[in-house]
């Protein structure tokens, strides 16, 4: 492989981020699928005990999920930055280092998901508990291969590939449909059988990008050599991922505490909450992953110092979210109760998500604005920045308002609170784009 093969820094913006961008929308589009067919399969053959109880489990891996693309973006940061100026060794120790603290960190939080299970699920007051430890403590087998596959994700997307990370979902995806298929419907395994089929297809996912990685060691550095933790390059992406980690924390905490409010409701407003969860995710993946891939070409035109050429990719990406952001609105407004009932034949749960989607999908017009605007401070190095926008979001707005008009409203109290919250991060990116601190300190990566 050539060592300019991703170059973002030149040719039409436009292009090249909608170029690069498609496949990580596959791709996420692809991983959603993970959690949407085991929403479905479990709603439409086991019942919607076990629906609540994917939901509030899944939300307890989402924060993990969240914590891993966190850490794993500053090595995407560094990687990018590193591309953009040359300097391909020390992208390749950087890699390295990423992929082996990954690797640590799995581990440990696998076991430590497993050991605090009843803890968790407890504090969130799950009305199916027993479905969810059962759930939950198979899911813990997972960590390690989400943080394996989300390192050498960020390693082969910093270098502007975002091919074969789409491939490697795609190979888990079928997989996990045909497995959710034969574990619940040919074995009756129940819920058991929902985790299994999904930790196997995780781990598929994962040894896909590894053999990949490993067969192009030359370009990507995969030698026993880099496979160390390199305390400078350690630091580095610890400095640029801890804020990242302390965001997405902080975001899914703020997402388990409305979880919290809405349990309160009983299991039919659960489990709607968990079908209009996976519909909301589904919808907003345009706009996340052309966000995301705008923050990857901003960092390696940041790094070859086109600081015009950086902005530009930030406003192309901000308009193609806009439109996407208006349909998507449009489409979930009309078609919300066909929707739910793919999941479920319940007409309780049903009108439950129903009334959940039409009130918090508005929400995207803000997330389309603000994703943008991160995705600058991201691609600059910026990311303590993101972490401050995000914790006024959730923390400051989306928790206090929940909790405030849960008392005053009621249950539509808390979905407006989540609609609400996103919009104050927007005029944030907008300051911090006019102040140009973009353009300063930008380069961790030097050679």
């Not at 991983?31 to 939901?55: C, E, M, P, T």
């Not at 050429?309 to 449009?330: F, H, W």
């Not at 605007?373 to 308002?401: K, P, Q």
């Not at 609170?417 to 991060?425: E, Q």
Request: aromatic content about 10%.
């Amino acid at each position: 492989m050539r060592e300019n093969q991703g170059n973002l820094t030149t040719g039409s913006v436009r292009k090249k981020l909608a170029v690069y961008a498609l496949p990580l929308v596959l791709t996420s589009v692809l991983q959603a699928l993970y959690s949407i067919a085991d929403l479905v399969i479990a709603g439409q053959f086991i019942g919607k005990r076990s629906v609540s109880a994917i939901n509030n489990s899944s939300q307890i891996m989402n924060l993990l999920t969240q914590v891993a693309v966190g850490l794993t973006l500053g090595g995407n940061i560094l990687t990018g930055q590193y591309f953009g100026n040359g300097s391909h060794k020390e992208r390749k120790r950087a890699g390295g280092t990423l992929f082996s603290i990954s690797l640590l960190f799995g581990a440990a939080s696998g076991a430590v998901i497993y050991l605090t299970s009843d803890t968790l699920l407890g504090m969130l007051g799950v009305p199916a508990m027993g479905e969810s430890l059962e759930y939950l403590h198979i899911c813990a087998g997972r960590c390690i291969f989400i943080l394996g596959y989300n390192a050498l994700s960020s390693i082969m997307r910093g270098t502007g590939n975002s091919r074969i990370p789409f491939l490697c979902i795609l190979s888990s995806i079928l997989l996990n449909v045909v497995l959710d298929i034969c574990f619940v419907t040919v074995f009756h395994m129940g819920i058991r059988g929902v985790a299994y089929a999904t930790v196997c297809a995780q781990a598929v996912s994962f040894m896909t990008a590894l053999v990949y990685t490993w067969k192009h060691q030359d370009y990507y550095g995969f030698y026993l050599k880099n496979f160390k933790i390199r305390i400078e390059k350690l630091m580095a992406i610890l400095k640029l991922g801890v804020p990242c980690v302390l965001q997405n924390t902080v975001a899914g905490i703020s997402w388990l505490t409305v979880t919290y409010f809405i349990n309160q409701y009983g299991v039919d407003v659960s489990a709607g909450n968990g079908i209009s969860i996976k519909i909301k995710e589904f919808s907003q993946l345009f706009i996340t992953s052309m966000s995301g891939g705008a923050a990857t070409m901003i960092a390696q035109n940041l790094g070859a110092g086109q600081f015009e050429r950086a902005r530009e990719t930030m406003r192309e990406g901000m308009r193609i979210c806009l439109i996407m952001a208006g349909i998507v609105i449009l489409v979930i407004e009309i078609s919300a109760p066909w929707l739910a009932s793919l999941f479920t034949n319940d007409p309780a749960v049903i009108s439950a998500a129903v009334m959940n989607l039409r009130i918090e999908i508005i929400g995207q017009i803000f997330y389309a604005m603000f994703l943008n605007y991160h995705s600058l401070m991201t691609g600059a190095g910026h990311t303590v920045y993101v972490f401050m926008s995000s914790f006024v979001n959730c923390i400051l707005v989306r928790i206090v308002l929940a909790g405030i008009f849960n008392h005053m409203i009621g249950l539509n109290g808390v979905y407006l609170a989540c609609v609400i919250a996103p919009s104050v991060s927007v005029p944030i990116g907008y300051l911090y784009t006019k102040s140009g601190i973009w353009k300063k300190d930008r380069l961790l990566a030097t050679n």
